[in-house]
């Protein structure tokens, strides 16, 4: 038997009963929580391939657990919604402070002033990270901290979709948004795995919501509304249909199947060269992109320097711009350091950058002096890099002189003594050196004299026959970067490209002593067959480069002849002949030579002027880059994201005002609020309240304009506009306390919906308002239906009202304005206008 309460006329009337799970009692939040964090790890799954290995998932799964199951226990000891959601954030900070930033505050969970540097630290790292490296990317402590957030606040937004605003089908834009990014990032796409799991968790969130529907589809918590199930699976099959077959109808998604193969590519090919970035999509992408071309007085072509990469603090290899210390190119340009080489080699090389596009100027090293560049440019002393301040390379010519030492092996065998002169950071070693890294510089090197015999010593190892040059095998092998982990990687593996060999090489010079760094830009190109006049040079053979030619390599410093570089990457790039392995003794290594004074007799592979990057195996020209560059992705992915909210914006608010009035805080709120709602409906589906209508008047059009005759098909959604009719006259017009009040007008019975009955009070009048709903879409053209449900008029006609407010009060006030300056408005005796005395004359006690 149901419990009762007493009226105000002292009748009794059943209590309305709680559902058994009913948001904020029982099972529902936890389950809810479960639901939602299963979704969320699920969709992070995804991102496996975009981070490298699984360290970065522990503590995102920590993240989601712990702000997914605060909500849990707001929601259990029903918190108001505002602070359930503010619990939220409050938890996702307390969690990310524990994780990254546990020195710098309080209790550990507390953040302080402290942290506001360590934050913006991690955030310019990952930052960094995003800018400067290709997928897979170092799970850096920047990087991880910001996918932690990034999940924390996709559970808060699915949890507020899916439990105070009561949408849970709209819950899955959250979802779709983490799937967003691997999909366009990596070749493999969001995978199967993480899309099934993403999926289950998706289904749960709307099971939860059906099973613990709290407007009355729920009768003592077990039977169901007739058709849910069959919505719910037509919901299901219409979603997933959509999610695989779209991809095959939008331009973009090059191959495969979501989610696993398809990726978009809007914005095409990069032409930039992003120092250690694009190497890898410019190489796997052989499409001719980014052209530079050049003529100059070299015997030979050229390598153009674009930026060095510098410092290496173990995660990555990363350009040190140094800001602050950059000078403006408007003079000579100074190394910085002495050369004590008796011959120059002075080059002129007249450039055009054509469409390649970059903040840096690649120019052959090292430069003296450059002219007929335009915007402005500025020059780092210790790389002599030269970056464009709010302009790029697109489209300049210019003319560069520059200089280096004529260098030969028995000049660079002399040079032995101490480096003194160069800033500390080209010689820095982290902590953290794998121990194959360590083990292999050791094996191979230690034993040389000189710096030197070292670095041929590490050219030569590299080169060997016991490494391959391969684009792939980073990419399916999980180790494509530049990272230390990614290092003992390559050297276990023996297969990469560019990247990885200037990478070990560099790390190994500087384990043996040799300050290092790394180069990019472009490998020697190809000749055009077309000539250049150049002013004072006369016709100069002119060459081309373009992103096949993307190319990274080392330069270790000798005292007295500067940074040199060397071409440690087989069948890439042109080895200097100081470098050649007949220039030298071969040293004492392991690898073969017993004595180590034999030179090898293989002679090493270099390309001819002609040669370009071999073709991807198993890859067509149409088929994209594996290294893409992360930022384009997630600001696009933010930006769609953004754009879909927007337009979903009305939509949102009219569901949420909907939840709202049908889940009132107090019992004598529910029948004005079931009325309101009544009458935006009749707003959304072409039939407004007019002002004057009374509310019977209202009803009976709303019934007969839109739902047909009583007696007919739509019997359930008469019965129920009566009955919430009647029920607001009560609550408007009959006497407060009595018979007919708010709390009467919920007991009334209308059998046959069951607005009122066993599950009485507000589960009552939702499932009236829902029936009318019904009713009203079943009735409606499919133009209707759109417009009630995506641009609803009872919430754009008050956002009208509220925006043309303020133009109205502007527009009177400019009218009375105008009128006082016609003279319409005379002062009279008395203090009195001429109006206000005309007004005086019709209102009692006037004047």
Known sequence: MAPVRRTGEGHEAARPEKPAGRAGAGAYPWAMAAAITVAVCGAALSLNG??????????????????????????????????VTAGGFVALVGVLTLTFFRSSSVLWVVPTGATLPDLDRLVRRASETVLAETAPVAPNAGIVMVVCAVLGLAVILVDALAVPLAMPAPSGTGLLALLMVPAMIKPQSAGVWSFVVTVAGYLLILACSQWFAPDGRLQGGTARSPGMVRRAALTGAVALVATLVLPLAIPGFDHGTFPQGSR?????????????ITLGNSLRTPDGSGRITYATNSAAPLYLRSVTVDNFDGDSWGPDDRTGSRVPLDGRIDPGYPVLADEQVRLVTAIDAGSFTSPYLPVPYAPETIRGLGGQWTWDPATLSIKGTETTTRRQEYLVTSAVPKLSAALLAQSSGPVRGIPDVFARIPGNVPDIVKTTAQTVAGAAGTPYLKAMAIQKYLRSSEFTYSLQSPVQGGYDGNGLSV??????????????????????????????????????????????????????????????????????????????????????GVVPDYAAESAAPSVTDSLGNNDGLIPDSAPVPAPSPGATAPAVPGADSNSSGNGVQLMPWLLGTAGVVGLALLAATPHLVRAGTRSRRLRPKRPDQAVPLAWSEIRDLGTDYGVPAEDSETPRAYAARFRTSLLGEPGGMDQDAHEAVAFLTSAFERHRYGRPGGKGSPGIG????????????????????????????????????LSRRWTAAWLPPSVTRRLGQVLRTPLSAAGRAIGKTARASAGEVQPAAGGRSSSGAADGAHTPGGG
């Open 487 to 572: 290092l003992a990687d390559f050297l276990e593996k023996k297969s990469g490209y560019c990247i990885h060999y200037a990478s070990a090489m560099a790390v190994m010079a500087r384990l043996e002593g040799i300050p290092s760094r790394i180069a990019v830009g472009y490998a020697p190109g190809r000749l055009t067959g077309a000539t250049v006049t150049v002013a004072g040079q006369g016709a100069l053979p002119e060459y081309e480069a373009d992103a096949r030619d993307a190319h990274a390599w080392p330069e270790l410093y000798f005292q007295g002849l500067g940074w040199v570089p060397f071409e440690p990457t087989p069948s890439r």
């Open 50 to 83: 975009v981070l490298r290995g699984w360290n970065w998932y522990w503590p995102a799964m920590t993240t989601v657990l712990v702000v997914g199951f605060t909500l849990a226990a707001l929601r259990s000891v029903r918190a108001q919604p505002l602070l």
């Open 264 to 276: 978009l590519n809007p914005w095409s090919a990069s032409t930039g060269l992003n120092p250690m």
């Open 746 to 781: 919920l007991t009334h019975d209308t059998s046959s919906h069951g607005t009122g009955g066993q599950d009485n009070g507000g589960q009552g009048i939702a499932a009236g308002v829902a029936a009318v709903e019904m009713a009203l879409r079943s009735n409606a053209t």
